[in-house]
């Protein structure tokens, strides 16, 4: 836990009160609590050497009166318990409990009161203080209130508490303090003083302080400046501690400073070693001793050390020598070009600077050395090769010189804009230079590849594209600059020069002697095209019918002739292309058949074809007697046909007469007419009697003859008739005359 340490900082920041020493009347001047009980036989008068160290209201007492102060550190958490009993319990006795674990004795306000007791009066008198039977933690004066019994006190190991004992009736009798009901909670303190914070270390050479607190007032005659010990460079060093609460006239402190002797002498690592060299040394107010404490820290702030190697400075020409001294200040030298020695001879201009270091820092200076003149330089470079259109300066410019270029002219500077040698004479007072250079322009390529080159079997291509300062670069790896060509082939060419790229891709055809071939004459099915192409590249055709297309669509019968013309000769060929002719298979519609009368199929087409009838008969022509579906399948090189056919059975009407009728009206047979299935049209029925008389006539084929001549019975006998009629049969109206006798019974 870190305390502040401000304490008796700021007690001694009070300079009125400087005169005085604390007692135990102050908070300055606590007794350390170190026992069980402690006994105060006669209470003191007053409040202490340091007044209105509690301000009205702050608590709930009427400040401190006729006081006597505690202070103790808790070990442990828990609960603390304590009892003031008065010696006559008449005495009327308050207290304050304070927590200045983060404050100190002028930081006695509420905002640190832990728990307060100011009961009196009758009734409240005698014993008071905290028990696991009281209540509350805020007690004002009076007897109104929870009693002088205030409850335990939750503590927290590490804190730092103080308790104020106020006596307000005044009486001199004393009283005893008794924490035995917090026996367990270690208020008594056993732990030896460790550092809780070290600041203001030493950072550069010449500091000489050091601020250490520990966690707990010592004792200020325990202070042995012997228990401090500083290692480190540039050493031996003694320490002398001191603490301004002590030179206060307080007994007791938390913060000291450490003096060191003599002063930081160089930056380097150090060691402070705190470890009590006898008994007696660094002891808390219980009488123990702090523990051996090592702390390790590093001076590395540097001191600029003062260095001057002169102001800024120039020599007449680039040659003379300057010495630049470094020696006065430091023990380490390092120039900028890596040297360590204290002097530096310099015989040319440019900004010069060195880093001295002594123990306690380092320190630079930089010095800027002119040259007045230097011996003239000029360099051109390589020699160039540019191209068109650029127009470089030749810049020789050395000041004040004398210029002597090629062609006698004296500018310092020089624009070429032609091919030639270009070369300067510069002269000062520090010396002479010539320099020379060649500037030579790179020629346009102005090349224009065809893209195809079409010649004849024997010839070469010869391709020369060798340009100046140009490099090549085929398609096959080839780089000269010449090729002679004499196949068939692509080619791809970069040339390049520093001005230019020219690309090209070309083919090279070489003509042999072309076999043109447009093929055996052909016979083409209906609706077929055939393509002549010849496919001789870079020739002219003509066809036959003046188009001059590479190539010729057929879509009709015809002889087709093509001439074409290459760089090499002409060639000519021809085909005839015929088209076969359809499949012109027809059995005819559906028809009817009768018995006595066979029927021929003929299928028979004029273009050569295979036949297949339903029944396997591969003729062309078929013979059938009977009625059925017939159906043919005639397939050609081009073609496939199906045809059917369904022929039915011949209808045939006939037309019954009876040879005997007996009109006698009994309903059976009484009527002569003629008997059929079919419809009789154009009907009409005569009969005669055998000497040739019409005795009857109708045209009604339902009217028959009853037998009766003008309404009297006909004569028993033999009677001629004769009917004629007009029947349908298989679609087709067939006219009929048909004769024969009756006879006529009674």
């Not at 009709?556 to 090499?568: E, G, L």
Request: hydrophobic letters at 35%; one cysteine or more; proline letters at 5%.
């Amino acid at each position: 836990m870190k305390i502040k340490l401000t304490l008796l900082f700021l007690w001694s920041s009070m300079s009125s009160l400087l005169i005085a020493q604390p007692t135990i009347q102050d908070c300055l001047g606590a007794v350390p609590v170190c026992q069980d009980v402690y006994s105060e036989s006669q209470s003191p008068s007053g409040d202490g050497n340091i007044g209105n160290e509690i301000i009205n209201g702050e608590t709930c007492t009427a400040g401190e009166l006729n006081s006597i102060w505690y202070v103790f550190t808790a070990n442990e958490n828990g609960m603390l318990g304590f009892l003031i009993t008065p010696n006559n319990l008449n005495d009327d006795y308050d207290w304050a409990l304070f927590d200045l674990t983060n404050g100190d004795c002028n930081d006695l306000t509420a905002a640190n009161l832990v728990s307060c007791n100011a009961a009196g009066g009758s009734g409240c008198h005698g014993a008071t203080g905290c028990s696991a039977s009281g209540t509350g933690n805020w007690v004002p004066g009076g007897c109104g209130g929870t009693g002088p019994i205030n409850a335990l006190v939750p503590m927290t190991a590490g804190n730092t508490y103080v308790l104020m004992v106020s006596n307000w009736t005044g009486s001199n009798d004393g009283y005893s303090l008794d924490f035995s009901e917090s026996t367990g909670l270690g208020v008594f303190d056993q732990s030896p003083p460790l550092v809780e914070e070290i600041s203001q270390l030493p950072q550069s050479c010449g500091d000489a302080t050091i601020d250490i607190a520990f966690n707990e007032f010592l004792q200020c005659n325990s202070i042995n400046d012997a228990a401090f010990q500083l290692d480190g460079p540039g050493g031996p060093y003694t320490i002398d501690a001191n603490s301004t609460d002590c030179a206060s006239g307080s007994s007791q402190a938390k913060s000291f400073l450490l003096t060191i002797n003599p002063p930081i002498q160089s930056m380097g690592d150090y060691t402070l070693t705190i470890n009590p060299t006898g008994p007696m040394d660094l002891l808390d107010l219980c009488d123990n001793q702090a523990a051996p404490f090592v702390f390790n820290f590093t001076v590395d702030v540097p001191i600029p050390v003062i260095i001057d190697i002169g102001r800024d400075t120039s020599l007449v020409c680039a040659g003379d020598e300057l010495v630049l001294d470094a020696s006065g200040g430091g023990n380490t030298f390092l120039w900028e070009d890596g040297s360590t020695g204290p002097t530096l001879t310099v015989t040319n201009e440019g900004i010069y600077s060195v880093t001295v270091t002594d123990d306690c820092g380092f320190g630079d200076d930089a010095i800027d050395v002119f040259v007045q003149q230097f011996p003239p330089t000029v360099d051109f470079g390589a020699d160039q090769v540019i191209c068109p259109g650029t127009t470089p300066l030749l810049d020789a410019d050395n000041g004040i010189a004398f210029y002597t270029w090629q062609d006698g002219s004296s500018a310092t500077t020089y624009t070429v804009n032609t091919t030639g040698d270009y070369a300067v004479t510069v002269e000062n007072g520090c010396g002479t230079v010539e320099e020379a250079i060649n500037i030579t322009y790179v020629p346009p390529l102005n090349l224009n590849l065809a893209s195809e080159y079409v010649l004849c079997l024997g010839d070469t291509l010869a391709i020369d594209v060798e340009r100046p300062f140009a490099s090549y670069q085929w398609s096959d790896g080839s780089t000269l600059a010449q090729r002679n060509i004499t196949g068939d082939g692509s080619f791809s060419l970069t040339v390049t020069t520093i001005c230019e790229v020219y690309e090209a891709d070309f083919s090279s055809i070489f003509l042999v002697d072309p076999m043109l071939d447009l093929g055996e004459d052909l016979v083409l099915c209906p609706n077929d095209s055939l393509l002549l192409e010849p496919g001789i590249p870079g020739a002219t055709y003509i066809w036959q019918d003046g188009s001059m297309e590479d190539r010729l669509m057929v879509t009709s019968p015809d002889t087709y002739r093509v001439t074409i013309s290459t760089a090499c000769n002409d060639l000519v060929d021809s085909v005839v292309i015929d088209y076969l002719l359809p499949i012109t298979t027809d059995l005819g519609r559906d028809t009817f058949l009768c018995p006595e009368d066979p029927f021929i199929l003929d299928a028979r087409t004029e273009v050569a074809a295979d036949y297949q009838w339903e029944n396997g008969e591969k003729e062309g022509r078929r013979l059938i007697f009977g009625p059925g579906d017939y159906s043919i399948t005639v397939t050609s090189i081009c073609e496939t046909l199906v045809d059917t056919i369904q022929i039915a059975e011949c209808e045939i009407c006939k037309v019954y007469m009876p040879n005997v009728f007996s009109p006698d009206n009994d309903g059976v047979n009484d009527r002569l007419f003629p008997q059929s299935p079919c419809v009789l049209d154009a009907y009409e029925m005569q009969i005669f009697d055998r000497w040739g008389n019409q005795v009857f006539f109708s045209t009604n084929p339902s009217l028959g003859w009853d037998g009766r001549i003008k309404g009297d019975l006909a004569r028993q006998g033999a009677y001629v008739w004769m009917i004629r009629y007009t029947v349908n049969e298989n679609g087709i109206a067939r006219e009929a005359t048909e004769r024969g006798d009756v006879v006529l019974l009674r």
